[in-house]
């Protein structure tokens, strides 16, 4: 069951209620005040890292492949030494 915080616009408390999707905001605070909470918009705690992920591997840019060149070039002068 999903946990939505609510804060309270004359007090200023905040709380934590666990509640169903299909059930209807809370509206009222245990101060006294009709209509004066609100909901808050919390972030999401799921991060994608690593391989295998769409934001990952689809991206729209690929790195370049590293050249052999300039490694051949420098490890025959090194054998030659």
Known sequence: MPTYVY???KC??????EQ????????DC???AK????RIIQPTAVMFKGDGF???????SKP???SNESSS???????AE
């Open 64 to 66: 370049e492949p590293a």
């Open 30 to 32: 245990e101060c006294g």
């Open 20 to 27: 169903r999707i299909s059930e209807d905001p809370l509206t």
């Open 7 to 9: 804060e309270c616009r």
């Open 54 to 60: 769409h934001i990952n591997d689809y991206s729209g």
């Open 35 to 38: 209509g004066g909470l609100r």
């Open 12 to 17: 200023e408390r905040v709380i934590e209620v």
């Open 73 to 79: 070039s420098d490890s025959g002068s090194s054998s």
